[in-house]
């Protein structure tokens, strides 16, 4: 037996995996512990959860790897730094000491870090580092379904790469071409959430969100002037209009100059109409990027099918149009895409490629739904239920699904904590907030009520897989909620001529379809397909609910506020069930109720966490 802990740090969003004989065993981010959104400590409590899961002491571990190499990405600093000199002196000042004195050392960092889980871990040889994006490459190939590959991750920025290609045979995998920093489709698109007022590495999904609220006025502005976009969709971006290579900020003067205003500040401007074209703007630009590689990949490959990873891959609208195209037979998006997924692709990768090991048959999916985090039995929730003063009942799993599904069909919101927490940023039905997606009022009163958050944002719906023809323009499975197809036509509600006219926001509380709360102001909606194999528990309850109201569908949101990870515990889930206006929280087979909660358990959630 050969165990190997993946651990991805130090950046944003550290995680810890465990894989045994090359099969995924336990993996989870640090922010679900922490409970400090997109923490980059070293990530102890997720390295503590997935070694207890495999009831394993650290020393008994046989490899460590870390997800990327620090000596290069010192190589990538210093190098920019002299080519952009002597603009930058400053933050290279502010820089070097923090590299001096920990970065180029971690190896010896980590061995320290990693010594507190077990003093009997002695051996600091153990320790191996992977590059970035070949571990975001491993993470997305190796538990696909798919014996041969054609792998494209994208993201801001590894040590040198920021968008890479491979090709990935049974255990083989080989990055055959790569775009190098500073020219990077991450950082192009973080730029415009900088500049549209958001948080970088947070806000990029809220841009996403916005753009099909606007017009993509200045689309052909971004590809004439701002990035020189070649046929086969390789890039390079005129770096006048960026600060980041040097500085804190993403963009200068001239971007602003260059599309006509200065940057939003979030907390003094509103959102117009402006801000809305500008994001729609990036989104039609990344889409072309994006599908101009997948189709050149395509031409390029023997292999019908493609795998994706990086936090580019987690852009669910462009990945529903590279499917909607068919440039690809078939295509697997690794659900943890961003720098957590490092942690696992970066074990596998040393397992598969370094160890020369076979992959394990069948060639399936081997994510298990992405449901790899903890998870709690009806004991455990019953314990912490008493210790915290709830009002709950007990019932069978029947009783249990039949009461929730009814409510939800009566409109109730419903906080869902069941099996295993998901490993990524999406909510799959394990910690998810639930409700019924027929309601015309549900996606504002769950935004502001709920989410504390901005009223434009989308919700997901999850559908049961063998309803998805019948509801939705999309073919395949998308258990990760990963890729955005449009609603059917004949479950559309057309618009007046009055409402086609509208601009903006003022689209939001239009009746668009059947499934209002779930459809987009452009008739879209960001799918979660639920097998009954991976999560039969959610399976059954959106069965229940069909029988009802005759609607294979729910609503599905993360169980958190903004700026808030998603909830772990039972503890977690019971805060935010009394600091918001959910009306129910099911926990394992325990059902409670918000009117028969302790009035004085009820807490304010709403500046709790800061807006991410």
Known sequence: MTSILGVSAFYHDSAAALIIDGKIIAAAQEERFTRKKHDSSYPYHAVEFVLKTANLKLSEVDYVVFYEKPFLKFERLLETYVSFAPKGFKSFCMSMPIWLKDKLFQKKILFDE????????????????????FSHAASAFYPSPFSHASVLTLDGVGEWATTTVAEGKNNNLNILKEIHFPHSIGLLYSAFTYYTGFKVNSGEYKVMGLAPYGEDKFKNLILDEVIDLKDDGTFKLNMKYFDYAVDLKMTNENFSQLFGKPLRNPETEQLTQFHMDVAASIQAATEE?????????????????????????????????????????????????????????????????????ERLLPFEDKMKGSYLGPEFSNSEIESVLKEVGANYNKFSEDEMLKITSEELSKEKTVGWFQGRMEFGPRALGGRSIIADPRSAKMQKNLNLKVKFRESFRPFAPSVIREELPNWFDLECDSPYMLLVANIKDEK??????????????????????????ITHVDYSARIQTVHKDTNSRYYKLIKNFQK??????LVNTSFNVRGEPIVCSVEDAYRCFMGTDLDMLVCGDFILYKNKQNKKLLNDYKNKFKLD
């Open 114 to 133: 990693l010594k507190n889980h077990d003093d009997k871990f002695k051996n600091i040889n153990k320790i191996y580092f992977s590059e970035h994006h």
């Open 492 to 517: 559309k509600i057309e618009m007046t001529e009055v409402e086609k006219k509208l601009f903006g926001i003022d689209k939001l509380n239009i009746k668009r379809s059947e499934i209002p709360a």
């Open 548 to 553: 009802i109201t005759k609607c294979p569908v």
């Open 289 to 357: 990027i994006v599908l101009r590689l997948a189709r050149s990949i395509s031409k390029e490959s023997d292999s019908k099918n493609l795998c994706m990873a990086g936090g580019v891959a987690l852009n669910c609208v462009a990945n529903g149009k590279i499917v909607k195209e068919k440039i690809f037979e078939n295509v697997w998006i690794q659900p943890a895409a961003g720098d957590a997924g490092g942690a696992l692709g970066a074990a596998l990768g040393l397992w598969h490629k370094e160890f020369k090991n």
